[in-house]
């Protein structure tokens, strides 16, 4: 299909974006502007999915795969409620919907042969976002998360 590239090329953008996002925040570094970056991002994504790949039509994407339908529109819905949430219901809708896109966009690469292409950029931000989220906290960090627990307490 002739919008396959940017359709595909927005949806590692979203990915790679909601890692980043997902990871910051389990290192208690949150930004709102990302959120929403990344849903305005996935958002591109999901309109060219459904204009390009499947011409408005909701039956051809359930016959495709129901289970991507309810996972792709699953995480959509999380992001978008994560976006317009407040803190801490934000943070935790963004870790949720980076595991319901990981459930998707892991496999998919190996699924579909016409994203084939994306299968070390995939599984790179995957691991990245896993490591990055091991690794010790710098001392900064730690001293801003204690003086915020001695200010919430």
Known sequence: MPHDGLT???????????????TLRWRRRRFGWLTWTVLAVATSHIGCVWAFRFDWDAGAMWAKSAFAFVLFHGAAACLAVSAAS???????GVWCAFAIVCAGAVPAPFRYPEIAWLRTPVIAVAAASVVAATL???AADRER???GDAAAG
């Open 86 to 92: 407040r803190e801490p219901v934000r943070t935790r």
């Open 145 to 147: 998360q204690s003086r």
């Open 8 to 22: 595909f090329a927005l949806a590692f953008a979203a990915f790679a974006l909601l890692a980043l996002d997902a």
């Open 136 to 138: 010790p906290r710098r």
